[in-house]
């Protein structure tokens, strides 16, 4: 097939061969079979932020660390540098995230280079050696819908072990190789400990999780595996191998809301008696009444 452009630098560096066929064409990305020597990869190309339908939110955006300050002002402006800065920020996103989970044992595709908004990474087969399905694409028997809902939830939990929450999970970003669940498209993935929104992104994926595995074992529908393991994770608990048990109780005491407005009139008015007495001492009882609070006088 002809070359797509953005794929030329590439095999003018060698690094690509000969791209084989188009594989899939999403919000974000198109993904290419490529050839890289005796190995058969897949080259996911980023399409410009005016080309594609997902946008970055701000939610997904906080907590991310960029270069430095003129890059951060850029960007709040929003003008031409600043988009080019966003955008290479969110690509370089998923480039890191990839490298970071697969080192902390999340089954994800293994990345290879990136290089001018090309992904190169391994392309996740089935058993007979084709392109792995997305989930979304099969119908599962309930044993084997827990048996991967269970295996997903696993990778979910390294995932916050190694500081990290999806953030688009779903159905529709697993694939199923020979192995089980492979987890992709990671360009919004967000700090769990410097996003505000960590953990209702959480959540959310790990929702997903069960509404699309319940299809097949309904009973996998009512677990709450996200606040499990986020209250784990919260008091520096959670370890991969932390057993889950999808049971989760909230907190039912209400906050005695009374109490703590007393705790604070009490801090105010034992704070303002230290500077009546100060100012008492330093300038006598005159000059004390004009900083006392009037109900201390």
Request: charged share 30%; net charge negative; glycine share 6%.
């Amino acid at each position: 097939m002809k070359t797509p452009k953005r794929i030329e630098p590439l095999i003018e560096d060698g690094l690509v061969d000969e791209v084989l066929r188009p594989l899939m064409s999403g919000k974000e990305a198109a993904v290419y079979v490529v050839r890289c020597g005796s190995e058969v990869r897949c080259a996911k190309v980023y399409k410009e932020a005016n080309k594609r339908s997902f946008r970055q939110a701000a939610e997904y955006q906080e907590g991310r660390k960029v270069r430095n300050s003129r890059q951060a002002r850029a960007m709040a402006k929003g003008s031409k540098y600043g988009r080019k800065e966003a955008e290479d920020a969110w690509q370089n996103a998923e480039v890191a995230a990839l490298f970071r989970l697969a080192a902390a044992g999340v089954r994800v595709p293994k990345p290879y280079d990136f290089q001018d908004g090309v992904l190169l990474m391994e392309l996740v087969t089935d058993a007979d050696g084709d392109a792995a399905p997305r989930l979304n694409d099969v119908h599962l028997e309930a044993e084997d819908a827990r048996a991967f809902h269970a295996f997903v939830i696993r990778q979910v939990v390294l995932m916050l072990c190694a500081g990290m929450v999806h953030g688009d999970l779903s159905e529709f970003n697993v694939l199923l190789g020979p192995d089980g669940p492979v987890i992709i498209d990671l360009p919004q993935a967000v700090d769990a400990a410097a996003n505000n929104h960590a953990f209702s992104m959480l959540q959310r994926d790990v929702d997903n999780m069960a509404h699309y595995f319940g299809r097949f074992a309904p009973e996998l529908k009512s677990t709450r595996y996200a606040q499990e393991m986020w209250a784990l994770y919260e008091a520096g608990e959670l370890l991969p191998d932390s057993p889950l048990t999808g049971v989760f109780e909230d907190d039912e005491h209400e906050a005695d809301i009374t109490g703590v407005m007393r705790e604070i009139d009490a801090a105010r008015m034992d704070d303002a008696r230290r500077r009546a007495a100060r100012a008492e001492a330093e300038h006598g009882p005159a000059k004390a009444e004009e900083v006392t609070p009037p109900w201390l006088q």
